[in-house]
């Protein structure tokens, strides 16, 4: 009973991990707004950004990657395996977390002693969505990282309890 | 003999972790440089910028961490609740890692679609501390990444051959 409480346990997690990176991706993928300074038309997507590039890589990888881990789950096929590879996913969704969330400070406060102007007066609309993404992109990342600290200590508890 | 190996390895890692947390300390700590844009004195140093604050703080905690760990190794302490611990290891230094870089890609690229200069070519001597900075701590997350995996492999092998 326990054994079937934890798996679903997992498997929700895992659900609201792939809910997480698909709504990342939808949103931040059709984000867009524009605005015109100085008789300059001024577009903001996505894609002008590397670290955002990297961030829609990542959750795709990630959701991915959460989709095939759900299926073969049923069919036990990877058993422990899959620690390793959710080790892997955890940095990667992280990582890519962390570079957005770095690009979209700047984007919002700037940094005058660099002498960027923070955009998200111009683009509001794109800002929000951007937000959001990142929202949902960080709740990915949290729950890949719970998820795997669950399993390490799954799988780490009878070792330890096998040593007096 | 295999087990002594393995621990002179993997000790031979974590003082290479170390070094590694301790360089990207010292070096964008010390860095600086200063620069005249239309008679404006323009200073660059890490604490100007939120994501290299949290890059060094990371590396502190990372350099701190695995000091303790070196400590309690010889004694055999913690066990395999390191391998807990090295897990948080790693996704800190990966995500401060990747939020630095992030930031650092615009100072030397700029972005011109949100109409940020890059900075590199006003305060060289900065970008170049910056960049050896970075470099040592991309060396420490990777070393913690591979750290880590070697350690899921080792503590996953046994189950994996107990299973048929």
Redesign the interface.
């Known amino acids: 009973m326990a054994v079937e409480m934890k798996k679903v346990f997992t498997i929700a997690l895992r659900l609201l991990a792939l809910a997480s990176t698909v709504v990342a991706i939808v949103v931040m993928v059709r984000s867009h707004d524009s605005a015109e300074v100085f008789n300059l038309t ?3 997507k996505y894609s ?4 955002f590039k990297y961030f829609v890589i990542a959750e795709a990888v990630g959701g991915a990657y959460t989709v095939i881990v759900i299926f073969l789950y049923s069919k036990s096929i990877l ?3 899959i ?2 590879l959710d ?1 892997v996913i ?2 990667l969704l ?10 979209a ?3 919002k406060k700037g ?1 005058s ?5 923070p ?1 998200c007066g111009q683009v509001p609309r794109f800002c929000d969505q951007a937000t959001i993404s990142l929202i949902a992109g960080f709740v990915a990342a949290v729950v890949y ?1 719970v998820l ?2 669950c399993s ?2 799954a ?2 508890t009878p ?2 309890a096998a ?1 007096p």
Chains 1, 2 share one sequence.
Do not use: D, E, M
Request: hydrophobic fraction near 60%; proline fraction near 2%; avoid cysteine.
């Open positions: 001024f577009t903001a002008n950004t590397p670290a058993g422990r395996l620690i390793i080790t955890t940095v992280s990582s890519s977390i962390s570079a957005a969330l770095a690009i400070q700047v984007g940094n002693h660099a002498g960027w102007l955009v990282f795997l600290l390490l200590h799988v780490l070792i330890f040593k």
